[in-house]
């Protein structure tokens, strides 16, 4: 199979195609002349599979690109062989280039979210003036399909709280007796849900800045941006660059765009967006609400936007403990979010409350792991940059605190600086935790920290079950009755786990073996 070079002096001619921007403007339906369009796909994890599996049911000629050659990986290129793609090109190789299709220059690209503007066969297409979509974008071009409902999307992005609120969304969405599903960057797909046979009343969809950067135009009913904070600053360059990605959700919103009162920066994004008209501006805080906001009075989640007199009343939409045992003020705020987005399509009070009521957290967030002692063994593994770590150890006073990992290129001197009066000690795991290391140096001299007792155990530091159970074992030897142990990372977990989720089970287990020492239990 012939392929594009990286830098193509003449990449592309008349001869090879026509101007994919006239084309591709067409395809604003599943029922649109997909048919024989040249799509290179980059990527082959769950993203990237749906969007080679959709455009192969939908007839267009697909040739799928990814650097990894395993035999998990052959089987999937098998599979979709089976349904219809051309061809499955895996390993390095093959990604410094942008192959042709058919024997012709590619006419789009999707690629997966995770793959940087910067990389070779990016560039490559970018390059030779070829479009570049990500699944979400593709999404929005197939929702509408003849015989099926079209969804109302609910969108959210953020640091922070993504899946915690889109799952809300969902359960609320379910309690007012829609047929709903939460999809995107967490569990099912987006391009999987769109497929559904029978369709959707409303969809959730979480949206990670990676995926934002690759959509251009999507018209939600209603949008939320939670928080923003530095993260992932290595892939999009800066932190202006990763913002400017994250507004793009608020673009041609119908309804309401959903911002957090507590970060001007969420304001100025709608300030800036260019909304459908009549689209409304509503915020959220875990403060007293003012009109045109949702918050909190008295222990009540309440609404004082989505009601005709918003001036002199509110509407109560639950109860604090109605979020659990465990209601720290970010997921108040997760709530409120929901909330808004829900209320915007329709959604009635009693609906928000029951949702609530029904929502079963995640497991690795601020997930209550055992009590014992008069110790709380809290596991927030989904703590993957400081900005959630700050959010977990605010909702605490006394804390031992396990942390460490991948940093991502991120500072930890202002959440140490800003925490330093509730930690009663710092556990380090992590490959290389020097970057908190000098942060706690910096900002809490007299906090003891226990990486060095850690690797003294005789722990090989790139094995992350036997670092953790290190850890807690630590942690369990400083911990005082009222003290919180609390994994909140602060960091990504890919250097000692195969993921946040892995990690947070190392920690579960390791709290259970040591309650079973102490004959309690977990």
Known sequence: MGAVPVNPVNPVTEESRTDPFDRLATLTSWDAEWAGLRVVVTGLGLSGFAAADTLAELGAHVVVVDGQDSPEHRAKADTLKIVGVQDVLLGDRYTAVLPDVGGLAPELVVTSPGWRPDQPLLAAAAAAGIPIWGDVELAWRVRERAGRKTADWLVVTGTNGKTTTVGMVESMLLAAGQRAIACGNVGTPILDAIRDPEGWDTIAVELS????????????????????????????????????????????????????????????????????????????????????????????????????????????????????????????????????????????????????????????????????????????????????????????????????????????????????????????????????????????????????????????????????????????????????????????????????????????????????????GS
């Open 209 to 520: 800045s990676f995926q934002l950067h690759w959509t251009h135009h999507i018209e939600p009913a209603a949008s939320a941006v939670l928080n923003l904070a530095e993260d992932h600053v290595d892939w999009h360059g800066s932190f202006e660059a990763y913002c400017a990605d994250k507004a793009k959700i608020y673009e041609h919103t119908r309804l309401a765009c959903l911002f957090n009162e507590e970060q001007p920066l969420t304001m100025r994004m709608v300030e800036e967006a260019d909304v459908q008209e009549g689209c409304r501006a509503i915020s959220f805080t875990t403060d007293t609400p003012g009109r045109s906001m949702l918050g909190v009075v008295d222990g009540l989640l309440v609404d004082r936007a989505f009601l005709e007199d918003r001036a002199h009343q509110a509407l109560e939409l639950g109860q604090l403990q109605d979020l659990g045992p465990i209601a720290p003020q970010h997921q108040v705020a997760n709530a409120l979010a929901a909330a808004g987005l829900v209320r915007a399509v329709g959604v009635s009070p009693e609906a928000v409350r029951d949702g609530l009521r029904a929502y079963q957290p995640g497991d690795h967030r601020i997930q209550l792991v055992a009590q014992a002692d008069d110790v709380l063994w809290i596991n927030d593994s989904k703590a993957t940059n400081p900005h959630a770590a700050d959010a977990s150890l605010a909702a605490f006073t006394d804390v031992v605190w396990i942390a460490g990992g991948l940093p991502k290129g991120v500072s930890y001197d202002e959440l140490v600086a800003r925490h330093v009066g509730r930690l009663r000690a710092v556990v380090l795991i992590g490959a290389d935790p020097a970057e908190l290391a000098g942060a706690l140096r910096r900002h809490a001299p007299d906090i003891p920290v226990l990486s060095t007792a850690v690797r003294d155990t005789g722990t090989d530091p790139s094995d992350g079950h036997q670092a953790m159970a290190a850890a807690v074992r630590e942690a369990n030897a400083v911990a005082r009755p009222g003290d919180v142990v609390l994994m909140a990372p602060a960091a990504a977990s890919m250097d000692q786990f195969e993921s946040y989720a892995d990690r947070g089970n190392a920690f579960i287990d390791a709290v259970a073996r040591l309650m079973e020492a102490k004959g309690l």
